[in-house]
């Protein structure tokens, strides 16, 4: 049952079309990366920070640590 009236019409599409497709990919992809790095910023910042804060910590566990061992030395 392939008949002409079945078929479906092949669409071609012009250059011109290639190009309107390929600059409106180009655009949503700008608009995307943009957003990600306007969210990822933030969370970059916050890690930065997080990341200081432990090693504070850490510095201070280990400077407690060796107050310790003095004292448990003498």
């Known amino acids: 049952m392939n008949t002409e009236a079945t078929k479906k019409p092949k669409t071609v599409l012009t250059d011109e079309d290639k190009q309107w497709i390929s600059q409106r990919l180009e655009k949503v992809e700008t608009a995307l990366l943009t957003e990600f ?18 090693r ?16 448990e030395g003498r």
């Open 37 to 54: 790095h306007i969210e990822a910023s933030p969370i970059e910042l916050r890690q930065r920070s997080h990341a200081a804060a432990l």
């Open 56 to 71: 504070a910590l850490d510095a201070e566990v280990e400077s407690t640590s060796d107050r310790l061992k003095n004292l």
